[in-house]
């Protein structure tokens, strides 16, 4: 079995879906601090899967204990934790307390357990503000802001973990952007709120729940001033997490994989493509740079293809299509 910590959230649970379309067992541990309970129902009918579901917060130990008592765990896939960028720079205590402390409750608990095998939702924020593009998995780390530093932090501890017990097999996931939706249309990104992310607000601005986008800087170094990532459809992120829980379940060590697709788009790349995804004018205006915010980042995922048979699939059409049909079947 495996357990998924922040299942119901974004990411989490689509790579539920693929977890159970792929014929594992999983159980689901979640405290709906941004997510929504309705997301499991949508699980189960979009697989005609069941699960365990456990509503719990991982920094409550007897509870984390209660879920390997009650059930073998093979291996465990890490979402859980805070995760807006600007929202850390601001509380930047309670990103520590909550992302790291969360992280040792469950390893530890694991460890007393027997259970060995961790897939880690880390962030392309471990490369700080890169020399150059596309990033590769050996760039030096540092990072501009707290939220990346707890998955800093993070990587560092796990990666001690099994320099300590050679017996861990653990895949440090570096993530470029999510956007996307099941095709669905069940399950989205629909964060509790006012959107942080670029593209779930677009979203809110296309349907008209908020009036006007507020693109963060129009002068960087780029081809039109405008912050450029790497946008990877939410599906093809999952099912790399379905290969990486392969790799981890049939070796030890410690590796980091990019998860990207290895194209950059702009601010307003998106925002154009979101246009013509949804046929709506997206209201839109220039405001200050946000902090620790960087020019340009997009990923090199050759080694994710090389040792984790995985590369994405989905364009950007595809990605503002899919967040589109999911925005008008939940809005």
């Known amino acids: 079995m495996i357990l998924v910590t922040g299942g119901a959230g974004f990411i989490g649970s689509h790579t539920c879906v693929e977890l159970l379309d792929a014929g594992y067992e999983i159980a689901i541990i979640d405290n709906f601090s941004n997510s ?3 997301v499991l129902d949508k699980i189960r009918t979009i697989t005609g899967k069941d699960f365990k579901f456990y509503e719990a917060d991982l920094l409550d130990r007897d509870k984390v204990e209660l879920i390997f008592k009650e059930n073998k765990i093979d291996s465990v896939i890490h ?3 805070f995760k807006a960028v600007g929202e850390s720079v601001s509380i930047p205590l309670k990103y520590y307390h909550n992302n790291i402390t969360s992280t040792l409750i469950l390893c530890e608990t694991m460890a007393k357990y027997g ?11 471990v490369y700080g503000d890169p020399a150059t593009v ?4 050996d760039f030096p780390l540092s990072t501009t802001n707290p939220y990346g530093a707890t998955k800093h932090m993070i990587e560092r501890i796990l990666t001690d973990l099994y320099v300590s017990d050679n017996e861990w097999s653990i895949a440090l996931l570096r993530y470029f ?4 939706a099941h095709e669905s249309g069940l399950i989205g990104e629909n964060p509790n709120g006012i959107p942080n992310n670029l593209v779930p607000y677009i979203a809110r601005v296309a349907v008209g729940t908020l009036d006007v986008l507020n693109v963060f800087g129009d002068d960087y170094n780029t081809h039109d ?8 459809h939410v599906v093809d992120l999952s099912k790399g997490h379905v290969k990486a829980v392969e790799k981890v379940s049939k070796s030890t060590g410690v ?7 290895g194209t950059g788009y702009s601010v307003l790349d998106v925002v154009k493509a979101y246009e013509k995804a949804s046929g709506k004018k997206i209201n839109y205006k220039i405001t200050d740079r946000r902090p620790g915010d960087i020019a340009m980042c997009y990923a090199d995922p050759a080694k994710s293809l ?23 079947k939940n809005s």
Do not use: H, Q
């Open 255 to 261: 590796e980091a994989y990019n998860l990207g697709t």
């Open 306 to 328: 090389n040792e984790l048979g995985w590369k994405a699939e989905f364009d950007l059409e595809r990605m503002c299509k899919d967040s589109w049909n999911f925005t008008v």
């Open 36 to 38: 929504r309970p309705d």
């Open 225 to 232: 001033g405008t912050g450029v990532r790497d946008y990877i």
């Open 134 to 137: 596309p990033i590769k998995e």
């Open 115 to 125: 259970c060995k095998k961790i897939v880690f939702s880390s962030s392309a924020t």
């Open 177 to 180: 952007n999510p956007i996307g």
């Open 79 to 81: 979402f859980a934790g």
